[in-house]
């Protein structure tokens, strides 16, 4: 099986808890057709560099897998329907990381640089 990173845009009128349970039953279904789950975020409501389907935010999720192909297809098959879900990719890694992702780790650098 190889490791690959998730990563998912939901709507912005969709709420937090939504999209947690949204990384709930993306976690589920890979454990479910036999890979690994190794962490998942909620990265919250962010802008968007660019308009998608007339959004200007978006709540981005990440979830940390290994799996094989089978779980690529549900994953996609899953995604593509989702009415909550604007865009998606997953992408494959070489090894998966249980720090936290750049993005949760910048929001730490600058509490840190806050507190001087």
């Given at each position: 099986?190889?490791?690959y990173e998730?990563?998912?845009?939901?709507?912005?009128?969709?709420?937090?808890?939504?999209?947690e349970s949204l990384?709930?039953?993306?976690?589920?279904?890979?454990?479910?057709k036999g890979?690994?789950?190794?962490?998942?975020e909620?990265?919250?409501?962010?802008t968007l560099?660019?308009r998608?389907?007339?959004?200007?935010?978006?709540?981005?999720?990440?979830?940390?897998?290994?799996?094989?192909?089978?779980?690529l297809e549900a994953i996609?098959?899953?995604?593509r329907?989702?009415d909550?879900?604007?865009?998606?990719?997953?992408?494959?890694i070489?090894?998966?990381s249980?720090?936290?992702?750049?993005v949760?780790?910048?929001?730490?650098?600058?509490?840190r640089?806050?507190r001087?």
């Open positions: 099986m190889a490791n998730h990563v998912f845009v939901a709507r912005p009128d969709v709420s937090p808890a939504q999209v990384l709930e039953e993306l976690k589920g279904l890979v454990e479910e890979g690994t789950v190794g962490k998942t909620y990265w919250g409501l962010r560099a660019y998608i389907k007339k959004n200007r935010k978006g709540h981005y999720g990440l979830i940390d897998m290994s799996a094989g192909p089978e779980v996609d098959q899953r995604q329907y989702s909550d879900v604007i865009r998606y990719m997953t992408v494959r070489e090894e998966l249980e720090e936290p992702s750049a949760l780790r910048k929001g730490d650098d600058r509490k640089r806050e001087r």
